[in-house]
Nanobody, 123 residues
Framework: QVQLVESGGGLVQPGRSLRLSCAGS????????MSWYRQAPGKERELVAA????????TYADSVKGRFTISRDNAKNTVYLQMNSLKPEDTAVYYC????????????????WGQGTQVTVSS
């Protein structure tokens, strides 16, 4: 069965760093665009970062550019989110996402989500 398991969340002080990991199984990891989303209390889920291959291309939300880095290791079926210079507004549940689109034999989108990991940035 398809699984995405996040790890690495926790409580950190502002300005410190944290690295999230997401391990996938049950699907062809290298074929999927991998992304990190986050959702803060009372807010909609938003895209944080995405990566299409081991070395990119990558995309980031404006709020995290220059601070966060997404990477992937297809040999380990794992995607990472390195978070530096953390701010209180980064506090949220972070979700791992895998997505791929097909055009043959028919158009279809396959998308999977992890259960989320809590990141709390507070002094």
């Amino acid at each position: 069965q398809v699984q995405l398991v996040e790890s690495g969340g926790g409580l950190v002080q502002p300005g410190r760093s944290l690295r999230l990991s997401c391990a996938g199984s049950g699907f062809t990891f290298s074929s999927y665009v991998m992304s990190w989303y986050r959702q803060a209390p009372g807010k909609e889920r938003e895209l944080v970062a995405a990566i299409t291959s081991v070395f990119g291309p990558t995309t980031y939300a404006d709020s995290v550019k220059g601070r966060f880095t997404i990477s992937r290791d297809n040999a380990k079926n794992t995607v990472y989110l390195q978070m530096n210079s953390l701010k209180p507004e980064d506090t949220a549940v972070y979700y791992c996402n895998a997505r791929v689109r097909t055009s043959w034999p028919g158009r279809s989108t396959y998308e999977y989500w992890g259960q989320g990991t809590q990141v709390t940035v507070s002094s």
